[in-house]
């Protein structure tokens, strides 16, 4: 009997013909990887159009003259560097991330510890309550607190001096003006610690708690030995995203004090906006934002390194 190609008689088993062997291009098209990739196209190529594209053509910027007509190389940064003015810059800007961070870090652990340790159901209506400042756009809660460090209408003022202490330049002297900003970062971002320490707090295995209060172990070694290294990549990795938020920030100076009083609270992100924007001289701005990559990025390798190799530790 035939059977296309395949001729079989009477009482013996047909033939069957081996399998074709899938091309190359059909064992890619087949691998999960392949299709994690073709699904993640569309974001890698709104990052590469949004942060890639816009970081390389601000370092091609920093490069050139004022008129944009010529290359100068790094002049632009060795400029920068003999201005008093940007050397306050880098100052402030250090001394407002790594504060507002530090802050944001305790008060966050400290909130995340206090919901944990509540029932369940009232652990929802403080979660809800306490990320108001979070969700809040930041231009909008920045406009409120600008009312509250207002000089002739503060609220704040009002009610030190219900208590007999005079009234405060809130924004008007720089040292106040300083701890303004710190203060409103802080409130806005303290939320985002908050629930990212949470989440890892309710992934901490109970037996370890467990196991320590058999050893007796009080509740400072408890938070000590196990708390704090079962949550050491989280609180690693939130510090790193939102030291590099931080320092990029602009709107809350922007709108509380402008930079001033006297350039006193300027960060790369406000006086970029004044060198480069206000100013006319776009190069010398894009210098003054790309002076934050080379901190943040010898920061990221070492934080990066840590979570490595404690993840390494944890899963040998």
Do not use: C
Not at 53 to 60: G, S
Not at 152 to 174: I, R, T
Not at 258 to 275: C, E, L, M, R, S
């Amino acid at each position: 009997m035939a059977d296309g190609n395949v001729i079989t008689a009477p009482g013996v088993p047909a033939a069957v013909a081996p399998p074709r062997k899938a091309s190359t291009l059909q064992r890619v098209a087949r691998r999960r990887s392949t299709l994690a990739f073709l699904m993640a196209l569309p974001l890698l190529a709104v990052i590469g159009g949004l942060v890639a594209y816009p970081f390389f053509y601000a370092i091609y910027l920093s490069m050139l003259n004022k008129r944009m007509t010529s290359f100068v190389g790094i002049d632009n940064f060795s400029f920068l560097l003999t201005r008093e003015t940007f050397q306050e810059v880098i100052w402030q800007s250090v001394l407002f991330a790594v504060g507002a961070v530090v802050a944001k870090a305790l008060i966050g652990f400290i909130l995340a510890h206090v919901l944990h340790a509540l029932p369940a159901k009232g652990q929802r209506k403080w979660r809800g309550m306490l990320l108001v400042p979070w969700v809040i756009p930041p231009a909008i809660s920045t406009l409120a607190w600008w009312w509250l460090f207002d000089p002739s209408y503060s609220a704040v003022n009002w009610l030190v001096s219900a208590v007999g202490v005079p009234p405060v330049a809130w924004l008007g002297e720089p040292s106040w003006a300083r701890f303004s900003v710190i203060l409103v970062n802080v409130w806005y971002g303290a939320p985002f610690f908050m629930i990212m320490y949470l989440a890892a707090l309710k992934s901490v295995p109970d037996q370890l708690y467990e196991a320590a209060a058999i050893d007796g172990a009080t509740g400072w070694q408890k938070l000590r030995h196990v708390t704090v290294p079962m949550m050491a990549n989280i609180i690693a990795i939130t510090v790193l995203f939102s030291l590099i938020v931080t320092f990029a920030n602009f709107d809350i100076v922007r709108i509380l004090t402008n930079g001033g009083p006297q350039d006193k609270t300027h960060i790369f992100g406000t006086y970029a906006f004044q060198v480069g924007i206000q100013s006319g001289d776009i190069p010398l701005g894009s210098a003054v934002s790309l002076f934050m990559f080379p901190i943040l990025a010898v920061f990221a390798v070492f934080v990066l390194r840590g979570v490595t190799r404690r993840s390494k530790e944890m899963a040998g």
